[in-house]
């Protein structure tokens, strides 16, 4: 048999199947009204507050082996946290002003998800995905495998960008920022408080231009 023929095949093969599922959420989205697509955001962080969970409890000595994670260090969470955040979300801004529009286009997922929430709700949205996927992803994969592993599941966890090599690129990028973080700091509050300030933001820039038209709805619908 030929090797390279083989190795095509299977190239061609995981390439089609990550095409499949790519194609399947999009599917999947599209075909939910916005309320539902709140409501399965919740239930999507509410699973990776098990897994965690689930992890955490085989891989941990100790509930204090895994508090000491958590420092409110004031200093800390508000200078390395927040100018992480403002860092990443000026470069974001930058960005959107200097390359194509259709670089950027996620299908319209986070326009829907942010565009007509409240401020309050997309408070909460915001602080709910901050906590969940920070201690999962940081504060049980990165101190448990390392921060490659810990990047490079946060990235693939995002597999509505898989078939956009730029949102892609920026999401592999922002894991790794913001798990180098956490690798200088130690502290789970530091990494939070990146994570909510960039999606809050970035939520407040699209509410803004995409839905000043639009009535809010209520904090839950």
Same mark, same amino acid.
């Given at each position: 048999m030929d090797i390279s023929r083989l190795g095509i095949r299977i190239s061609s093969f995981? $390439? $089609? *199947?990550r095409d499949i599922m790519a194609k $399947?959420? +999009? @599917?999947l989205i599209s075909s939910m009204t916005d309320a539902e697509l709140v409501k399965n955001l919740y239930v999507t962080q509410l699973l990776i507050c098990f897994i965690a969970l689930g992890i955490g409890f085989f891989t941990f000595d100790s509930w204090?082996? #895994?508090? +000491? #994670? #958590? +420092?409110? &260090?004031w200093s800390s969470i508000l200078l390395y946290g927040g100018g992480t955040a403002l860092f990443v979300v000026g470069g974001d801004i930058l960005l959107m002003k200097c390359v194509p529009e259709h670089l950027y286009d996620d299908g319209g997922i986070? @326009? *829907?998800l942010f565009?007509? *929430?409240s401020v309050p709700h997309l408070i909460l949205i915001c602080i709910i995905v901050a906590c969940s996927e920070e201690i999962l992803f940081r504060g049980v994969i990165q101190v448990q495998f390392g921060l490659f592993w810990a990047s490079i599941v946060f990235a693939l966890v995002h597999i509505r960008y898989l078939k956009k090599w730029f949102l892609f690129i920026s999401v592999v990028f922002l894991s790794f920022l913001i798990g180098l973080l956490f690798w200088w700091t130690e502290n789970l509050y530091v990494t939070i408080f990146t994570h909510f300030l960039i &999606? #809050?933001?970035l939520g407040l820039q699209i509410r803004k231009s995409k839905g000043e038209s639009?009535?809010? @709805? @209520?904090?839950?619908q």
């Amino acid at each position: 048999m030929d090797i390279s023929r083989l190795g095509i095949r299977i190239s061609s093969f995981a $390439s $089609s *199947r990550r095409d499949i599922m790519a194609k $399947s959420q +999009q @599917e999947l989205i599209s075909s939910m009204t916005d309320a539902e697509l709140v409501k399965n955001l919740y239930v999507t962080q509410l699973l990776i507050c098990f897994i965690a969970l689930g992890i955490g409890f085989f891989t941990f000595d100790s509930w204090n082996s #895994f508090l +000491q #994670f #958590f +420092q409110l &260090d004031w200093s800390s969470i508000l200078l390395y946290g927040g100018g992480t955040a403002l860092f990443v979300v000026g470069g974001d801004i930058l960005l959107m002003k200097c390359v194509p529009e259709h670089l950027y286009d996620d299908g319209g997922i986070n @326009e *829907r998800l942010f565009a007509n *929430r409240s401020v309050p709700h997309l408070i909460l949205i915001c602080i709910i995905v901050a906590c969940s996927e920070e201690i999962l992803f940081r504060g049980v994969i990165q101190v448990q495998f390392g921060l490659f592993w810990a990047s490079i599941v946060f990235a693939l966890v995002h597999i509505r960008y898989l078939k956009k090599w730029f949102l892609f690129i920026s999401v592999v990028f922002l894991s790794f920022l913001i798990g180098l973080l956490f690798w200088w700091t130690e502290n789970l509050y530091v990494t939070i408080f990146t994570h909510f300030l960039i &999606d #809050f933001l970035l939520g407040l820039q699209i509410r803004k231009s995409k839905g000043e038209s639009a009535q809010p @709805e @209520e904090l839950i619908q």
